[in-house]
């Protein structure tokens, strides 16, 4: 959660874009728990048995942080003031976008096949579903608390230094999107 990436990304053109970033966020930790909730279900050791589910996924993630880098691309908030008057959106909207952002990230999925079994404990009064759901909710409340200083942050950095262009953050969470839809394709074309 502490590494910029995909939801960074979304996070900073929320604050950039929106009056709130909660919507947003909201719908970015909707993803956060979905996907907790596939891997509690077992439906995440299917994909990881299934090299073509997660080719399919992976490539349908890829194609959505193309499209959003390419729309933060040519879109481009164009200056502070742009930033600071809200995009005529709506709430659900930018929490559906935010559901996307996190949901298709195969990021999240094989972070969270890959580290949550880790810390469960087969020999626990608790069931194995029940302790990967907790560990995906505390991992959920801490991107609660990074997603939004990262997006409400990108707003007041922009009013305490008028001189830093809404456009060239807007650029660069565009350039990372499509940089990491770029290399989620090669990486799903190589292997």
Known sequence: MLTPGA???????AGLR???VLPAIGGMLSGHLLMTAI????VAALVARTPALMTVLTTAGA????????KMLTQPAQSVQAAQDPVPTSPAREALAGLGVSGLNPKVLLLFVALLPQFTDANSGWPLPMQILMLGLVHTIGCAVVYTGVGTGARVVLRARPAAAARVVSTVSGIVMVALGVVLLVERLVA
């Open 63 to 70: 194609v959505y942080l193309l499209w959003l880098g390419a």
């Open 39 to 42: 891997v509690a279900a077992g």
């Open 7 to 13: 939801d960074w990304a979304y996070a900073i053109a």
């Open 18 to 20: 929106h009056r709130t």
